[in-house]
C-alpha cells in the first residue's frame, strides 16, 4: 500500500493548548505523526509516495477562501499581542451573540476579532507555521486521492494537523483545513460521480458534515462517541440526515460509552451498508485511532486488536479507498494501531497475538474529558 507523508507538519508545533480554562501541553503534537511513520516505514507492506502541490484550487472548493487568506496571515497579525508562541481566541462568535442580527463580516480592524470569528475553541494554537503545515497537509491527501484514481486500490495519506473539525469557514479541533473533505470533493469533482466519506473517530466530524449537508454528491457516515457527553457537543445527533440536496445523505451513529470492538464492528458494518446504497465511485476514510481504550481523550473499549478487524469490514466493501489520518493521540501505540488498521485494510496476514500491546495498560498520557 502507498502511504504519503510531508514533513512540512513540523511546522506546527504548539508547545500548549487550553482546556476548561488551563492551559496544558499540546495533545495535537509532532511527534503523532513521526510515530505513525515510522512505524509504516518498517512494514515492507508500505511503500512511501512522493507528495506533490496541488495548489489553492481545490481548498477554495471545499473552504471559504477569506478564511484560507486569514489563516496564512493570522500568527504574524496576532503575534505582537500574545506572551506566547502560540495564538489563542479569547472571544469567540457565538451563535446567541449574532441571532436574529443581519449577518456581519469579519473584524478587519482587531486581529483577535478575526480569530474569533473564523475559531470557535480554545485547543487549536496558531503558531508561525501553522498555515504551511495545513497546506501540506491537504496536498498529503489529494496525492493519495492521485494513487487510487491512478489504479491502487487503496492508500494512506498521514495528514497533520488533521481536518474533520474544520468546516468550510470555521476552523477549531486541532482543524484547520479539512483534509479529508478537500480529497472527496475533488475525487467526486474529477469523476462527476458520488464519493462517500467514513469517519470512525471518537468524535464527530462536525467540520465535514456541515460542509456537505446539503449535497448529495458526497455521502458522510460518522461513527463517534455520543455527543451529549463528548466534544463537539453540539453536532453528531442521530436525527442530521442532511437537507436540500443533501436528504438522507448524512447518517450519525452516536455511541455509548465502554464500546467494545464488537459493538463497534457492528456499528461499522451497518454504516457500510448505508455507504454502499449510494453506490459510490470510492470512498474516503477519516480514521481516528482515538477509540481505543488507551488513548487519552477515549472513554470507549475498543483494543487494538479490534482494528485490523475494522480494516478488514473497509476492505469488503470493495471500493477504491483513502484513508486520511484524523485522531489519536496516545503516541506510544499510535504507529502500531495505524498500521495494524492499514494492514486489515490491505488483507494482509494478522500479525501474531503476542505483537499487540497490552491492553490492560491504562491510558497514555494524561486522561482528559471528550
Known amino acids: 500500500m502507498k502511504w504519503f507523508h510531508s514533513e512540512t507538519h513540523l511546522l506546527h508545533d504548539p508547545d500548549r493548548e487550553v482546556w476548561a480554562g488551563v492551559p496544558t501541553p499540546g495533545s495535537e503534537v509532532p511527534r503523532r505523526a513521526e510515530a ?65 442580527l443581519p449577518r456581519r463580516p469579519e473584524p478587519i480592524d482587531s486581529p483577535l476579532g478575526r ?9 487549536t494554537p496558531i503558531v508561525e507555521g501553522t498555515y504551511a503545515a495545513a497546506r501540506g497537509a491537504v496536498d498529503v491527501a489529494l496525492s493519495a486521492l492521485d494513487a487510487v484514481l491512478g489504479g491502487e486500490e487503496s492508500a494512506y495519506a498521514l495528514c ?53 449537508y446539503e449535497r448529495g454528491d458526497v455521502v458522510y457516515a460518522s461513527l463517534h462517541a455520543d455527543p451529549v457527553r463528548a466534544f463537539p457537543y453540539f453536532t ?39 455507504v454502499r446504497s449510494f453506490k459510490p465511485a470510492g470512498l474516503v476514510v477519516s480514521l481516528g485511532v482515538d477509540t481505543c481504550a488507551s488513548d487519552p481523550l477515549s472513554d470507549f473499549s475498543v483494543t487494538s486488536a479490534g482494528l485490523p478487524l475494522m480494516g478488514e469490514l473497509v476492505r469488503g466493501a470493495g471500493l477504491p479507498t483513502v484513508v486520511v489520518q484524523e485522531g ?43
Open 36 to 100: 505513525i511513520a515510522e512505524a509504516l516505514a518498517a512494514d515492507p507492506l508500505f511503500a512511501r509516495g512522493e507528495v506533490r502541490e496541488h495548489g489553492v484550487a481545490p481548498l477554495e472548493r471545499v473552504h471559504d477562501p477569506a478564511l484560507v487568506s486569514w489563516l496564512e496571515g493570522a500568527w504574524a497579525e496576532c503575534r505582537p499581542l500574545s506572551e506566547t508562541r502560540e495564538v489563542i481566541p479569547d472571544t469567540i462568535r457565538h451563535a446567541g451573540i449574532v441571532a436574529g
Open 115 to 123: 480569530l474569533g470569528y473564523w475559531c470557535f475553541d480554545t485547543m
Open 160 to 212: 497533520r494537523p488533521p481536518g474533520h473539525h474544520a468546516g468550510a469557514s470555521m476552523i477549531g479541533g486541532f482543524c484547520f483545513f479539512n483534509n479529508a473533505a478537500v480529497a472527496a470533493n475533488e475525487w467526486s469533482r474529477r469523476l462527476s460521480a458520488p464519493v462517500a466519506i467514513l469517519d470512525v473517530d471518537i468524535h464527530h466530524g462536525n467540520g465535514t458534515q456541515q460542509i456537505f
Open 236 to 274: 453528531g445527533f442521530a436525527d442530521e440526515t442532511g437537507a436540500g440536496p443533501g436528504a438522507g445523505a448524512n447518517r450519525n451513529c452516536p455511541l455509548a460509552a465502554g464500546c467494545d470492538d464488537r459493538a463497534f464492528l457492528a456499528a461499522l458494518g451497518e454504516a457500510l451498508e448505508y
Open 328 to 370: 489519536g493521540y496516545g503516541t506510544g501505540s499510535l504507529g502500531f494501531n495505524v498500521r495494524v488498521w492499514l494492514r486489515g485494510l490491505a488483507g494482509a496476514e494478522p500479525l501474531p497475538p503476542g505483537d499487540f500491546p497490552d491492553e490492560g495498560r491504562g491510558k497514555e498520557g494524561p486522561e482528559r474529558h471528550v
